[in-house]
């Protein structure tokens, strides 16, 4: 190993910390993968996937949850690894891993860059330890720029990049037609990429089949989001400036991971202002590469009309599309041999110039990135993310796994099921489940909770003495544990309480029912 020298003080060359940084990504991911507990937008996906017997039932299971099937997919090819939620999060563990690991090997970035993106909130935290679908699309957007240079040759990976996207949630749109729009741009204007193209004998027989690909994809991943089609209502039908400045608010997030105040119009008015100096910046400085002028340009227009139209998305897990678009217009234009000067050349992060401020403004967003997303992801092992997993562990101790179990609300309480590995009876839908059923569903108020115990007794006449488990959202006030009420049917005990959790709406409370006998 190679050292250099600073202040008489000997420090790792690049080299070590290409591997070090990655390899240490990857080890405390593991850690984390085994340590999360899951909430239920996590625990949504598993339990879809564990209930599915075959491909057909996992359609079946997934077409209510309005994203297509790609992610439910995955998830069921590995769920056999351990039979446990942690096959899923290995399975996340490993997509996550390998995109980093792409990052590091074929991004042109310096090392302070790939360092301070590496441990962000979105590649380290947001789309690492929460497992979700979000970890696709950054996987395939990073496929995509590593083998960009291919377009010489063929086109067929890159319609498998676009139509992978397009299954993967509504949203990774964006980032399909961004890909589309710079490839297709680029054959129109760009006359050396057609003649570089058709030196290869197969030519139209490759440009056949990659639009094949990609049309079939396209088309599979519009079904699927066309499953929910009754439940999509129009944002907006004009011009809505708090709305257009809450959007914009999004773009926002995803440079500096602020969420602007929506019901402050000064807020968002100057988090408006700030952003079109931010994009402003952006443009400007990979403008001299049109390709990835291209790539931001659709990009950010298309995720912005859909934000504004269809979709707005609360929480910052929805803006790291932005991020991801960003990210990978930089990588575009970096990779651009005209302006990839060696990396010893460059004091700065990126090269000085014309845009002489945009590398600062750059390395103080990933400042904060970093920032967030060490602390999310070191706080995680010191507070559940939900309070699901403990709760599950304590009715295993106790022995109570098997008891009858009326539990509520479903989105919710799924966690505990899945940690359970079992069914509870689930008012809203007057029967058993584990997950949320979003097409067979009825809201159930909390102060409905007690009716709906009491129907349940009637329901299950052989059933004397029954757990109850509630969320925060529908627990019996002013009930301490060791407490009781009694009412006409039944007999209700507090338990235990479970309120350690970061999500405030995941903490639970358990109760005993004795059915009176008069």
Same mark, same amino acid.
């Given at each position: 190993?190679?050292?250099?020298?600073?202040?008489?003080?000997?420090?790792?060359?690049? %080299?070590?910390?290409?591997?070090? /940084?990655?390899?240490?990504?990857?080890?405390?991911?593991?850690?984390?993968?085994?340590?999360?507990?899951?909430?239920?937008?996590?625990?949504?996906?598993?339990?879809?996937?564990?209930?599915?017997?075959?491909?057909?039932?996992?359609?079946?299971?997934?077409?209510?949850?309005?994203?297509?099937?790609?992610?439910?997919?995955?998830?069921?090819?590995?769920?056999?690894?351990?039979?446990?939620?942690?096959?899923?999060?290995?399975?996340?563990?490993?997509?996550?891993?390998?995109?980093?690991?792409? #990052?590091? %090997?074929?991004?042109?970035?310096?090392?302070?860059?790939?360092?301070?993106?590496?441990?962000? !909130?979105?590649?380290?935290?947001?789309?690492?330890?929460?497992?979700?679908?979000?970890?696709?699309?950054?996987?395939?957007?990073?496929?995509?720029?590593?083998? !960009?240079?291919?377009?010489?040759?063929?086109?067929?990976?890159?319609?498998?990049?676009?139509?992978?996207?397009?299954? +993967?949630?509504?949203?990774?749109?964006?980032?399909? #037609?961004?890909?589309?729009?710079?490839?297709?741009?680029?054959?129109?204007?760009?006359?050396?990429?057609?003649?570089?193209?058709?030196?290869?004998?197969?030519?139209?027989?490759?440009?056949?089949?990659?639009?094949?690909?990609?049309?079939?994809?396209?088309?599979?991943?519009?079904?699927?989001?066309?499953?929910?089609?009754?439940?999509?209502?129009? /944002?907006?039908?004009?011009?809505?400036?708090?709305?257009?400045?809450?959007?914009?608010?999004?773009?926002?997030?995803?440079?500096?991971?602020?969420?602007?105040?929506?019901? %402050?119009?000064?807020?968002?008015?100057?988090?408006?202002?700030?952003?079109?100096?931010?994009?402003?910046?952006?443009?400007?400085?990979?403008?001299?590469?049109?390709?990835?002028?291209? #790539?931001?340009?659709?990009?950010?227009?298309?995720?912005?009309?859909?934000?504004?139209?269809?979709?707005?998305?609360?929480?910052?897990?929805?803006?790291? !599309?932005?991020?991801?678009?960003?990210?990978?217009?930089?990588?575009?234009?970096?990779?651009?041999?005209?302006?990839? /000067?060696? +990396?010893?050349?460059?004091?700065?992060?990126?090269?000085?110039?014309?845009?002489?401020? #945009?590398?600062?403004?750059?390395?103080?967003?990933?400042?904060?990135?970093?920032?967030?997303?060490?602390?999310?992801?070191?706080?995680?092992?010191?507070?559940?993310?939900?309070?699901?997993?403990?709760?599950?562990?304590?009715?295993?101790?106790?022995?109570?796994?098997?008891?009858?179990?009326?539990?509520?609300?479903?989105?919710?309480?799924?966690?505990?099921?899945?940690?359970?590995?079992?069914?509870?009876?689930?008012?809203?839908?007057?029967?058993?489940?584990?997950?949320?059923?979003?097409?067979?569903?009825?809201?159930?108020?909390?102060?409905?909770?007690?009716?709906?115990?009491?129907?349940?007794?009637?329901?299950?006449?052989?059933?004397?003495?029954?757990?109850?488990?509630?969320?925060?959202?529908?627990?019996?006030?002013?009930?301490?544990?060791?407490?009781?009420?009694?009412?006409?049917?039944? +007999?209700?005990?507090?338990?235990?309480?479970?309120?350690?959790?970061?999500?405030?709406?995941?903490?639970?409370?358990?109760?005993?029912?004795?059915? %009176?006998?008069?």
């Amino acid at each position: 190993m190679k050292f250099r020298r600073i202040n008489q003080i000997q420090l790792p060359d690049h %080299r070590f910390y290409k591997i070090f /940084l990655p390899t240490l990504f990857i080890i405390i991911g593991l850690f984390g993968a085994f340590n999360h507990a899951l909430w239920r937008d996590e625990m949504q996906g598993w339990l879809v996937a564990w209930q599915s017997d075959n491909l057909i039932d996992l359609w079946k299971n997934n077409a209510p949850s309005g994203h297509p099937v790609l992610w439910s997919s995955l998830i069921y090819l590995s769920k056999n690894i351990t039979g446990t939620p942690i096959s899923m999060q290995l399975m996340h563990w490993f997509l996550g891993s390998s995109a980093i690991v792409i #990052f590091w %090997r074929f991004s042109p970035f310096n090392l302070i860059t790939k360092a301070l993106f590496t441990f962000g !909130y979105f590649p380290f935290w947001e789309y690492f330890f929460v497992c979700r679908h979000y970890v696709i699309a950054e996987l395939i957007i990073f496929i995509f720029c590593s083998i !960009y240079h291919l377009k010489d040759k063929t086109y067929i990976p890159f319609s498998l990049c676009i139509g992978l996207l397009a299954n +993967t949630q509504a949203l990774s749109w964006s980032l399909s #037609f961004a890909i589309g729009m710079t490839l297709v741009m680029d054959w129109f204007l760009n006359t050396d990429q057609r003649k570089n193209y058709k030196r290869n004998k197969n030519w139209i027989l490759d440009l056949i089949t990659s639009i094949s690909i990609t049309f079939s994809l396209l088309s599979f991943g519009a079904f699927s989001l066309f499953q929910v089609k009754d439940s999509v209502r129009t /944002l907006a039908t004009y011009v809505d400036f708090r709305h257009l400045f809450s959007v914009f608010g999004q773009i926002f997030s995803a440079y500096v991971l602020i969420i602007p105040n929506s019901s %402050r119009f000064l807020d968002l008015g100057v988090c408006a202002l700030i952003t079109l100096i931010l994009i402003s910046s952006t443009i400007y400085f990979i403008k001299s590469y049109r390709q990835a002028l291209i #790539f931001f340009l659709s990009g950010i227009i298309f995720l912005l009309l859909f934000n504004y139209f269809l979709f707005f998305g609360n929480g910052l897990r929805y803006c790291g !599309y932005y991020f991801l678009i960003i990210i990978s217009s930089l990588w575009l234009f970096k990779s651009n041999k005209k302006f990839n /000067l060696p +990396t010893s050349s460059q004091p700065s992060i990126f090269l000085k110039g014309k845009a002489f401020y #945009f590398p600062r403004i750059l390395t103080f967003c990933l400042a904060i990135h970093m920032s967030v997303g060490l602390h999310m992801s070191f706080s995680d092992f010191l507070l559940p993310y939900s309070s699901g997993k403990e709760t599950a562990k304590y009715i295993e101790a106790k022995g109570w796994q098997d008891f009858p179990i009326f539990a509520t609300r479903d989105s919710e309480v799924s966690t505990v099921a899945g940690y359970l590995d079992r069914e509870f009876y689930i008012p809203e839908l007057q029967d058993f489940g584990s997950y949320v059923k979003w097409n067979n569903r009825v809201d159930v108020y909390s102060n409905k909770i007690l009716d709906e115990v009491k129907a349940y007794l009637n329901k299950f006449p052989e059933v004397d003495r029954f757990l109850l488990i509630l969320s925060k959202r529908s627990a019996v006030k002013n009930l301490e544990i060791g407490d009781s009420i009694s009412f006409d049917k039944f +007999t209700l005990t507090a338990d235990k309480k479970f309120e350690n959790s970061f999500h405030t709406s995941e903490v639970f409370y358990l109760y005993w029912v004795e059915r %009176r006998i008069n």
